[in-house]
């Protein structure tokens, strides 16, 4: 930074910086691309570089500070440039996870990385997380990953952010090329507008594409730069919070833990949670009233020989993970919202909690398919891609498929509706006796697309076989 900008930067330190919160992170991709490891290696750069405790321990995220981010990004990052606090990671990859951490209106998480393999390229489940993108409106990243299997990647370390490409150079390979230009051609065929990342002016507008190795680590002190970039750019304003105000959240899960019960692990993106608030859990029937028994997060690993798992904690401000123990949680859901009473009527919080609810519920008919999901999120997605495949559903709910999802299901008249979709959740003992005497077809899977196509399969037969008997 030159010293003329000396000045503004004494006025941009007089904001509160405890006002912005941190970005909330997603990683998103087909199976096996390398979302997992992507992670890992951000988290393991992050302890390399953090002194001791620099890491701070989340349920269910891991926050990586500005300070941190720099020291990786190095040239890239530089933390004056930044008043956000840094980057919040969602542990668990993959559009499950990203559909479940839904916040009213929208995906929870403020931006995605979508990791494509260069090898492999656009996969199914690349196509399906790029759908949830553009539905739920998220800017993104690509991380073109795996590079480090492409001979010849040669990209010069030092290069700058905003650095044009040189098509003279031979920075890229013309493998690495090919395969990168391909994911830029695929993104273009799904509506985005794309382009490699140091050449892109707006990330708002263009989708930037990353080449990195989650094994090597190449790439990533780039992807980082990017995404504070973004951030920082063209997001502030949704970051800003008021830190004394109730906590706002989404249930990432639903745990029995031993000597709490059942407790929700809670993503907080708004205000704070205080270890003796009254809060309003979203639940299968109503909303639940509760008060905080204790927020809890993770120990240190080394600390976790001698004492339980978790710590205590008096109060926890946006963005965080968090485990939350309170009475009365067993019937909370997944990706259901959570508020913090303080300040406002009990009321007031319950019915917003309750119009929530009735926001995200599914739209049934008459007639048609019953439809099971592990959550609220993926409950909803699987509504939107059946009504894209133009399947009516006669019930939607969160949890396993029981016996009474058979006896809905089996007075269906049209012989092709007797069937229960469910995605991501097991199948009850006694459900499944019933279903084989009640002539109901159950389909259960993890994956959106699978699951469908499966379905759509057996009404082809269904209707092929009814057309044979006619003839
Ligand atoms: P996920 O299913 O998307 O979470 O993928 P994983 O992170 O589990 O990675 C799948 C496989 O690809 C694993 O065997 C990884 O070791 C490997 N892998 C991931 N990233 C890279 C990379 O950048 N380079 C190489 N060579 N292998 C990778």
């Keep these: 930074m030159s010293d003329t900008d ?10 509160d910086p405890t006002s912005l919160r941190t970005p909330i992170v997603a990683v998103l991709g087909h199976v096996d691309h390398g979302k997992t490891s992507l992670l890992d290696k951000i988290r393991g750069s992050a302890v390399i570089e953090g002194e001791a405790g620099a890491i701070t321990q989340h349920i269910g995220a891991t926050a990586v500070p500005l300070d941190i981010i720099s020291t990786i990004a190095g040239d ?8 956000l606090p840094g980057l919040l990671f969602i542990d668990t990859p993959g559009h499950h996870s990203f559909t479940t951490l839904r916040s009213r209106g929208g995906a929870l998480a403020d931006i995605a990385i979508l990791v494509v393999d260069v090898n492999d390229g656009f996969q199914p489940q690349t196509l399906e997380a790029l759908d949830i993108l ?10 073109a990953n795996k590079i ?5 990647w040669n990209v010069n370390e030092d290069m700058p952010i905003n650095a044009t490409y040189d098509a003279q150079s031979d920075r890229v390979s013309s493998r690495l090329d090919e395969s990168l230009y391909k994911i830029i051609g695929n993104l273009s065929d799904e509506g985005f507008s794309a382009d490699l990342y140091w050449r892109v002016q707006n990330f708002q507008r263009n989708v930037g594409v990353v080449p990195v190795s989650a094994m090597t680590g190449e790439g990533v002190p780039d992807l980082l730069a990017v995404m504070m970039g973004l951030s920082q750019r063209y997001m502030k304003e949704e970051m800003e919070i008021d830190v004394t105000g109730p906590g706002v959240g989404t249930v990432l899960e639903v745990k029995e833990e031993k000597g709490f019960g059942k407790t929700v692990d809670i993503v907080l993106y708004d205000g704070t949670i205080r270890a003796d ?18 927020l809890l997060q993770p120990r240190p690993l080394a600390e976790i020989r001698t004492e339980s798992r978790f710590e205590k904690v008096d109060e926890v401000g946006a963005a965080a993970g968090i485990k939350v123990a309170a009475p009365d949680l067993g019937d909370a859901m997944a990706g259901a919202p959570v508020r913090v009473v303080r300040n406002r009527s009990l009321d007031e919080v319950v019915h917003e909690v309750r119009a929530e609810l009735a926001d995200i519920a599914v739209d049934t008919a008459d007639e048609g398919v019953v439809v099971k999901a592990d959550t609220l999120g993926s409950l909803e997605a699987m509504a939107d891609a059946l009504d894209e495949a133009e399947v009516p559903i ?6 396993d498929v029981a016996p009474r999802d058979i006896s809905v299901a089996s007075t269906a008249e049209d012989s092709k509706q007797q069937a229960i979709l469910g995605f991501n959740v097991d199948t009850l003992s006694d459900a ?4 084989e005497s009640d002539d109901v077809k159950i389909f259960t899977d993890q994956v959106i697309y699978q699951l469908i196509e499966e379905y759509e399969e057996y009404v082809e037969d269904l209707e092929k076989a009814q057309q044979d008997t006619i003839l």
């Design 76 to 83: 890239l990052v530089d933390p004056d440039d930044f008043d």
């Design 277 to 294: 608030d009254t809060v309003v859990v979203g639940g299968q029937n109503d909303p639940i009233v509760t008060e905080v028994r204790a």
């Design 432 to 435: 499944e006796r019933r279903a």
């Design 394 to 399: 006669v019930r939607a709910e969160v949890g």
């Design 148 to 152: 480090d299997t492409v001979p010849g």
């Design 134 to 143: 553009k539905r739920s409106q998220t800017p993104f990243i690509v991380a």
């Design 6 to 15: 000396t000045d503004t930067d004494t006025e941009s330190n007089s904001r």
